[in-house]
Every structure is written in structure tokens, then in C-alpha cells.
């Protein structure tokens, strides 16, 4: 840009010396006509008297003049440098660590920059939004399963219509909107013979009888666990405060989505007699036991991982 500025510049600069010096040439090569002289004949009295023919001028034939370009003066080369100076020192910055940087080419970087690192920054706002529309789908969608009320139901003899035992069972529910994967269960009748405290550690944990078993559940869709009995006069002993018994279960299982954790669900409760236990109208009643009743992180344990081998 500042080539072609300085080219025009010259041109201009020819034209209006060869505009003044033209004139000049023109007149000093201008030819004049030299001067006619005219003869005097006597005069007759008999003739009249003639005018002399004018002799023919000779043309006068001018060669045309050429326009000369003169180079410029040295004062129009000091002149075109300052002005040229001038304009570069207008388009760029002043020198930095010998770097002589443009100052459109410079504000061209910076822009661009700065829209590459504003696109950066919104796709990764849109990818964190996406992922955590991800995390509230799976926290929505995902199976819950909990533990319905216990069933408990007394197996009575018909000729003396007196209890004999009585049946207990957990009931599995799915309240969530997606089905299960990989549900494994585990549940079980815990007796302990004294009025001590019960360690979960060493007393339940993962010793509890019963084989693991595998279960599916849809969404709203309800398992029951397999059926254990205590006998009447086991009751009695749970009456009397000899004897505590415990129903105990947990259930690690997976959701559709993907790469989330194992879920768990766990309880632990004391089963509690009011009344004669050898009569149909003996009320049972269910003591949770503190931190060992909640689901995922609430639970004493951790999710064990699925195994399809060690369940067939």
C-alpha cells in the first residue's frame, strides 16, 4: 500500500515538471518568417503602373517537440521520503525488541484470538450443561429400590388352632422409572441368644445364611424374598427377652445409563413381639437398627461388583 502511494506520488511529480518546462522549448524553437522586400519599378507614362507580384512565402516548417521526463529534484526525493515516512509510521506500531508489527495485522490477531478462546469458553459451558443434564436424567430415570413393609403371617395349626410358627419375608419394590440390571440379593434370619447389644461387624456384616440371588425389577414392579420361619416357641423366647432375632438384607444392582456406579440397598431390623405368639391376634412389630437401614451412600456396606459366575 505504501509502494503504491510512493509510485503515484512520482508520477504526479513528472508530470508537473514536464507541464512547466514545455512552454519554455516551445518558444525558444518557435521559427518567425523572415521579412518580404518589395522592388520599385520606375514609373512609365505610358503604362500603367503594375503592383508587383507578390513572391510566395516560404512555409515555415517547426519539427513538433517531445516531452522530456526529468527525474525528480533532490528536494522532491527528500519530500516523497517524509511523506512516505510519515504514512508508514501511521499503519504501524512503534518498534518493540526490533519487531515492527502492523497495526491492522496486529488488531486482525487479536481479534481472532480472542474469537477462538470465546468459542473455547462456550463449548465448555455446552458441554458442561449437557453433562449435567446427563447426571439429573440419570438421577431422575434411575431405579430406586426400596424396602416395603415386612410380611410376617402365622402358620397355624388346624386341630388345636394354635400358632405353630411364624413366616417372614421382605418385600423388594422399584419406584423409580427404569428397570434394574445386574440385581443381585442377599437376606436373611440373624438369632442371637443374649440380651447383649448387637456388632454388626461381627455378628451380621456379610455372614448372614442364605444364598445370593438374582432379580429383576421393571419400574413399579414389587420381588419377594424367600420365606423364613421362626417357631412359636422361638417367640416366646423374643417375648421373655432371651433371645433377639433379626431380619437382615441387602440388594446391589445397576441402572441403564451409562458408567454409573452400583446402587445398594440395605436394612437391618429386630423383630419385636406384643402379645402370645401362639395366638393368631399376637401383634409383631420392627425395630430398625440405626445406621444399618439406607440406600447407596447412606448404607453400612459398599455395592458389591457383579459376578455372573459366582451366582451360577
Known sequence: M?????????????????????????????????????????QSTTQPEQAPEPEPKSAVHSTPVQPSVLPPS??????????????????????????????????????????????????????ALVRGSDKTAARQLRPYVVLKPFVHKPEVNFITDRVQSWSFRCVWHNVGSTPTKHMITRVGLLRKYSSQ?????????????????????????????????????EMVLVLLDETQIYLWGCVDYNDTFHKTPRHRTEFLAKIVVVGDPQLKDCEIGYQLCGPFNGIDDECYGRPKPYDAKALS
Open 74 to 127: 533532490a528536494e522532491g526525493k527528500s519530500q516523497a521520503k517524509a511523506e512516505n515516512g510519515s504514512e508508514e509510521g501511521t499503519e504501524f506500531w512503534p518498534p518493540f525488541a526490533g519487531l515492527k508489527l502492523k497495526i491492522t495485522d496486529t488488531i486482525l490477531v487479536v481479534f481472532t484470538a480472542g474469537l477462538f478462546f470465546a468459542t473455547y469458553a462456550l463449548w465448555l459451558a455446552t458441554r
Open 197 to 233: 447389644p448387637l456388632d454388626f461387624e461381627a455378628d451380621v456384616a456379610d455372614k448372614v445364611p442364605g444364598s445370593p440371588g438374582r432379580l429383576f425389577l421393571g419400574p413399579g414392579n414389587e420381588a419377594a424374598s424367600e420365606k423364613f420361619a421362626v417357631s412359636a416357641d
Open 2 to 42: 505504501g509502494r503504491l502511494a510512493v509510485a503515484w506520488l512520482l508520477c504526479l511529480l513528472a508530470a508537473s515538471a514536464v507541464a512547466q518546462e514545455a512552454p519554455t522549448k516551445l518558444s525558444e524553437q518557435t521559427v518567425q518568417a523572415p521579412p518580404v522586400q518589395l522592388e520599385h519599378r520606375p
